[in-house]
């Protein structure tokens, strides 16, 4: 329980109201009573913020007379939520300590005040920092460093020569540095490429669940500070992830590809290998990218969901576009060529 | 093994022939020999229906005369495939106990007929209900309720607060509960925000193998009753599925998006955050929707496979789609224009 | 360390210059130094060739003057690393035995030459071949066969009735055998059909991290002899994928649906099910099979990525492409009318 005076202390900021209101916990406008803090972060919901009984609400100068009880009056109400939603974290805090049942390698380190869970295996010359959290049955292998504060949820997997700062939060059942697709064509078949490279990520990195980093095949595979992975994407061997980029869900970017710093990277999409996508490109959801983007900038590929039938008729249509288009430089020329006639029989 | 009148009987439905023949095993009409039991599902099976040696067949009135051995008579020989499908089950029964190398939190409740399997890990204040089975290596973290009759498979990953409704089936390395993808821009990088709610799962609900669905951010991520969820699929943090719907593998579905009763969506589909889709919506595989939808009906989105060397011409044609289009209304203007020349000079 | 010679003859390669050289390590050519050994697998490498200090390089004929220091010449250079990438291998070495902390079924046999990591678990009637590593935390059910030389790294989950061929390296948090999704629709909801049938996975097979391979409904899911998966692959029930096909990550493959042999899918592709796709087809990226194939090629769907403002445009055109090319049919219609009274006139 905090007071609202306490909030706008942290949060550096003015309190029109009551600031002695007391806090339990965080919720959206449409819902909050008494005792919650709520947010008012676009235009589209001053209908709720007029009527909202929230004890106090995050808002900009201009809605702060629109408010009922207490405001707190910021420039970036959204992040100011953001920022203050730590506070109500109600989840298990830290207990220092390995359990029985997890297996340390006798040549691995593990800070005193890390959190090694049941089940959870460290191999051969790894090392854990300070206030790690090594969830139920993660497997960390051989020579993996993991810095201090970070977090990985039951079930990860990380190979061996996997380095990850601090103050990251790795989610369950993702796994990093397996190997990368690499086989060469053989006479029958395919010969493997051996995966020597490793995998390096940076801090404050968030990595969702189930989502797939492989390693380097010589070189290693290499995630920048700050960058934020949703779940279930696939990252392929050798590919860079400049810092602060942030990639949503069921995104795959193949091999040696390298993304810039501040890129955004919507759901679902697809990033061919090899290609060079520069700092600040976004790319919205569905997309498929399969040449090198050189100017920063919003792209997309795609076509809009319709109705069934009618977007049976237009797929046809697609695969004779060409045609179409040729056909119409045609009529374009017959065109030119009937109005010429025309104009020679007024002249 | 049953004889086929038991099998009616269950069915509630009449036999024509032996009643007394003996069932062993399924198998489809194609490779049916004596001892199994097949079905004939549509008129495409008819030519393998009068081959078919099975010793007992499920069809339908029209189809009864052409069986070669016993007929079982049903309104809707698919469903009465799929009804007695369980009888010939062999997979282990459930064998209740808690084996020693898995872990129970002190203040967590396991029903005396549940299963709790090697390395299976309950956390704090958790309880498991009646004839559940917890599968090897699963984590089920603090607060969480699983009722009666669900089975969870070997891998799984609850985090804190999910509940999961009676006789549902969750498959391998399916992880609930993670952290939704929510972050608040900052002047540079992100701010995260703290994923407080939770999930709630309804009862007679699938959860396919390597599926995630995120906990909500402030409230809860809801999947309602009887929702079959196929493998490797999204859900993002605040979704919603109601109940019956169905979605098919590896697709996504973005945060606090609203999917309405008995929907069906296809393989590889994004759903975009945000959005309701009304009751009884169909989506076909692989449609990118990033608009509500309020029709019940079947949509659809994509371009259809062709060979590549004219789908590239056709690509790049796309790109100048809008200019198609435009020069089009040109050349309409352009030959009304001459036909009207055309007719007055005429008259 | 290896000489230059050695590698060599392990090649049956000729040496241009020092064949004493020794190599400690592979490196690609921007980065070899002395010590490593390099390749050069195309004419883009040219100039990194000429100005790279690495102690060898695997070339073909047309390239062995270019070298500065020793060359290997052989036919197909790429291949010749692939080859000899195991050679610098340094992971972790097997290490026969089952340690204390699996679990293993009285009826399950496990060769003594195979390995048995902390966590894993190995079901009843299941066998593990000579020189296999089962990893940590690995869930081995019932009635499984897993033959010699097979690599299951940690987290992998085989449900019962799977059987694995030699020579194959299963990846983590893989899921093989969970239910196939098939459901019967019912008045309410739907009934959910047993999945009775298992998986076939023939010898040296390479599996990625996290994908999925789902069990036959009544018969089996098969995958051929050299198949390559990628990660976060989804494989539905009854499909089969033919010997030496390779698919690329993200993709899904429905149920029933037939790959042929020798086939290359690319990444985040959606194939329907009940389709075959004939030996030797390649499908490029992100591409949406809905129909058979037959005649082996390359084939793609999809539209490219492009700025979103245009592609706005370009897209809402798309849902008129059917009236699109109407119009232009009603176009020629009237302008070769137009043409026709023109050279009336004329005479």
Redesign the interface.
Known sequence: MFSVAQIAHFLQADVIGDGNLQIT????LT?AEEGAISFCANTKSLPHLRKCNASAILVSTSEQDLVLNSAIVVD?P??A???I??W?????KLIAGI?D?S?VAISAKVASTAQL???A?V??NSSIGEHCYI???V?I??YCIIEANTRI???V?L??DVKIGENC?I???A?IG??G??????A???????Q?GGVRIGR?V?I???T?I?RGA??DTIIG??V?L???I?I?HNAKIG??S?V???T?I?GSTNIGENCTIA??C?I?GHLDIVAGTH?????????S?KKA??????????????????????????A??K??KV??R??KA??L??NK?KV
């Open positions: 916990h965080i919720a959206p819902s970036n959204y992040l939520f953001a920022q939603s730590k109500f974290d109600w989840r298990a359990v049942a297996k869970c049941h089940g295996v191999g051969n969830g139920p049955n497997v292998a051989d949820e039951a079930g997997v190979y061996q939060h989610h369950s059942n796994v397996a190997d697709f690499g086989f060469a064509k053989k029958v078949g395919w010969q493997k490429i051996c020597l404050d968030e969702g669940a189930s797939t492989d010589l070189s500070d700050g934020k949703d779940n279930q696939q392929g810092d602060y942030a949503a869900a069921s795959a193949a759901g679902m697809a061919a790319i919205t959801g569905m997309s498929m990218v399969s040449n983007i900038g919003v792209y997309s590929s795609g076509t809009a969901t319709e109705e069934h039938h009618s977007w049976k008729r237009n797929v046809v249509r697609f695969r004779s576009l060409d179409i288009a056909r119409i009529l374009e017959e065109v009937l109005s006639e025309e029989g």
